[in-house]
Structure formats: C-alpha cells, structure tokens
C-alpha cells in the first residue's frame, strides 16, 4: 500500500497476456504511477468493487486462446453500471480490431481512449494516460497539507454518516477524501485543513485554507458527504438559493466535486472572505437574548424574505406536509416513538412515562381524531428546509449567513421557523427538569400577538427565560408573514404555527443528535 502522505496515481491493467501486461506495468511504474494488474474478469471485477482507482487500461479479449471472448467488454459493462465513467475513465487496449467491440466500447460504454496493441504502442499509451490525468481526472497529486493537516483525511472519511445504508471501507473512502481536496484545490500549492463540527445531516464540515503560487488565500468551507446526498444539495442550491437570495446572505457554492463514493460542496462567504464566521450555536450561547432575537429577525425579514414574499395559498393537511417534509409516516413515527418508550400503545387514548410519574395524551391517537383540523389553507414558499443553529453561520457584525441546503425545497412557510424553535428547545439550551420545561411550555402559550410575555414570574431559569424571548421574538416574525400582515388574523396564525410545531416537536423522537431525556420532554 502506499504511503498515507504520499497521494499516488492509481491505476487498473487489465490484461490476460503477461507479455503485455508486464511491460505495460513497468513502462507505468516508472512514470510514477501505481499499478494493480488483473489477468482475468473475476480479479478485475473484485478489484474494481473493493479497491480505489483512478484509471483503468482493459483488454477487451481476456481469454488469449478464444477470439469471442468478451470479457473485458463484460467489465465496461459492470463500469458502466456503477457510473464509474466519469470517476474512473477507461482506456482500451487489444491486439485484435472488432469492429462491433469498438464501436460499444467507444459509442455505448464512453471508454475515454483506443489503442491497438502495435509497434510503438507505448508512447501512444503513456500519452493518453498522461493527458487523462491532466484534462479528465485533474487531481493535484502535489498538493502539500500544512501543520499536519493530512492526518485529518481519515478523521474526515470517517465523520461521513451513511446512515442504514452500508458504509464503503474507512481505507477507501480515505483516497477518495482526498482526492476531493486535489480536485478542489487543483491549483494550489498547499492546503490547511481544520474539522468544524459535523453537520446533522450527516456530512464532515472542514474549514479549508489554501496558499496559492503567489500567497495565502481565504478560507473557505467544504461539506464532504454521501455523493448522492452532494449532488442534490448542489441541484437544489442552483434550483432554490443561487437566483433568489443575495450573495451576501448566503453560503455559496464555490464549486462541487466527486469521487466514487463522497462528493464535495466548497463553500465560500462573500464580503467575509477574510474574517472568521461562527455557528449559530456558539453565537446562541455567548450572546444576550435581544442581540440573538434581533439577529434571527433579519435572517427572516431581510434575508428569507425573497423566499417567502413569492409564497402561494393553497389548501393544504400539515399533517402529510410535514410527514412528507420529515420523510414520515405514522408507522415510522410509532416506531421512533417506542425506541424511546417501548411499552408505547399507539392505540391507548394516553401514556406513562417509565421513569416519570407522568401520564400524557398518545399524539398518534389525537392526530387521528383531530386529523380534519390540520386541513387549512396555508402558505407554501422555498423554505430552507433544515434550519437548525448547524446551518446558520453568524459574522462580527451578528449578521446570520445560511448554509447547507441538501433539504431546501418548496414547503409550508411555517417549517424553517417551527425547526429552528425545536432546535433552541431540544438541543441549544440546557437541559432543565421536566418541571421547568413544562413550566416555559405553559409561559409560551401565555403570550400576547406582539411576542410580549404576558406572565409576571414564571420562576424559571436564566437559561428558559433566555430561550422564551427568542422564540416569542420568532413566533410573532413567523405570525406576520403567515397572517399576511393583518394582525386580526392573529389566532389563526397561532393556531397554524402551534399545528406545524406539534408535527415539527414529534419528529424530535427520530433525530439521533437529540439526547433521550430531550426526547422525552418532547413526547
């Protein structure tokens, strides 16, 4: 294997014929790349499945003695089928001209490159091969990582969530990391690399500082995730966000990359390139409540304004919109909720928590009987979609910065508001005794249509107090764009956000990053 701090040029040889395959080796390895040879489909197959390439040379006749033989054919077919193209291009090699082999290997598999096996062969080979590796793959194998930043590659790999799904070898998701960077970075000269926290949404989050030919560059932030999870935040970024919000509001997306298994999202901030940015949750904690209040109502009336003033009215039931929004139903909703409780009846008018003396109404019954009132005319509007304090970057001056948009999409214009809220709630402040809890609840329901408290002394913690004045400031923002501004429409609007909160507080019991007690307060 080569060394981790080495980043080597990996290549597939293909070739049943050792009088071809050993000199193809040698003439590769002593240009500097590092070649694995198979001699037949079955090594190559296994090889194409659990190893990392970036290049491979097939011969399409695998059986010297058997002219029909299709056996490298078969293998730009599986290529083919795993999208590997444009990851992995090909080059043909064979002794033998096929008229019919030419043409689907060139016209149907897309195979980058042709070489018949004839005298003088070898330049032709190493041309190509070098040409690919500089117009199609372009990976900047030099690329030097400062203040041992290389070491951070596997940290990087392994931060990526691949959920139920199975999670391709540490060792091979390694390469591909790395290859992201020197596809990112082409063109520079050195990397400094920094791990932010990951993002819930599954991905690793590196703050990324180049130097260039001629000196230290800004920073920026790359979002290194599931390949298909990147290429849908890329689509919805350039769908949703590029031609609707201002560029000094926002993320944006500097450019995409992808290897086999990972892609990478390298984001930049406009007018801040060179200043620091900190997440929402660090800004949550060491800030007064007005300053955070005041902050998240320009996020809203400033910067998602462009999103909602191009909202539509329909008839709509909350309760599949945000099934829907959260990838639920009550099946999997009941099944969330008994890993949390698992003597839960989803049938039983009320429950018992096991280790509080508490009895609640079962929310899955409620919602069944109460199902025709979340039938209501509603606004829907590009919404953020997962507006957690993850995916909020706050600047010197208190201005929020949006980013990360894998679940940006038409929705009710209530659900950035409503996940922000369970998000203070469940996972910024602390946790405070059920008591307490229930206490801000009751207090939150006790407010005025201006967001003002109506209670004298709800004797709660510095802590609660400070959540309550955020999320009576973000109630009541909410309230005038789903109210249209017209104030006497105020308990509508209360009732249609406390609908929207009850499926947004359900869905709480599904989220790994929130703790159990968390869960239960929920419930």
Known sequence: MPD????????????????????????????????????????????????????????????????????????????????????????????????????????????????????GYRTKLLTAVRQLFDDNIRINFDLAYDVRSVELVKDVADDVNWSMSGKPMLGILTEQVRDLFGKLFVDAKRVHIAKLKPGLTGAAVIRVQPTWTHGLGPPYVAKIGREDKVSTEAERYETYVRRYLPPNTIAQVKDVAYSRNVGALL??????????????????????????????????????????????RKISDLIDTYYNAFQLDEEKLIQRI????????????????????????????????????????????????????????????????????????????????????????????????????????????????SGEETTVNLNVSRDIRKAMTVINILRSVAYEFVSGGFRAKYQESQREYLASLLMTTLNVARLRHIPEDRKYQAL
């Open 4 to 119: 981790m701090l080495q980043h080597v040029k990996k290549i597939l040889v293909v070739e049943d014929q050792e009088q071809f395959s050993a000199p193809i080796r040698r003439w590769l390895e002593d240009e500097g790349y590092h070649v694995t040879l198979a001699n037949n489909y079955e090594d190559a197959y296994n090889a194409i499945h659990s190893q990392h390439f970036h290049l491979a040379i097939v011969d399409i006749s695998l059986v010297h003695d058997d002219p029909t033989d299709e056996g490298g054919l078969n293998l730009l077919r599986e290529i083919e089928s795993m999208e590997l193209n444009q990851i992995m291009p090909c080059i043909v090699l064979t002794a033998n001209v096929n008229v019919n082999n030419l043409l689907e290997a060139t016209q149907e598999r897309k195979v980058a490159g042709y070489i018949q096996k004839s005298p």
């Open 267 to 312: 984001y930049t901030f406009a007018e801040n390139d060179m200043v620091p940015l900190n997440e929402f949750d660090e800004f949550y904690q060491k800030s007064s409540p007005d300053v955070i209040a005041n902050s998240l109502r320009n996020l809203f009336e400033t910067t998602c304004r462009y999103w909602y003033d191009a909202r539509e």
């Open 338 to 449: 008994q890993v949390v409780l698992p003597h839960f009846d989803p049938d039983a008018e009320r429950f018992r928590f096991e280790h509080v003396p508490i009895e609640a109404i079962n929310p899955v019954t409620w919602l069944r009987r109460h199902q025709h009132e979340f039938v209501l005319p509603t606004y829907h509007c590009i919404t953020h979609g997962d507006l957690t304090g993850r995916n909020i970057m706050v600047d010197q001056t208190n201005k929020c910065w949006l980013i990360d948009f894998y679940r940006t999409q038409h929705s009710h214009i209530l659900r950035d508001f409503v996940i922000l809220e369970t998000d203070i709630k469940y996972r910024l402040m602390r946790t405070p005794p059920l008591e307490k809890f229930l206490r801000m609840e009751e207090g939150l329901l006790l407010t005025d249509k």
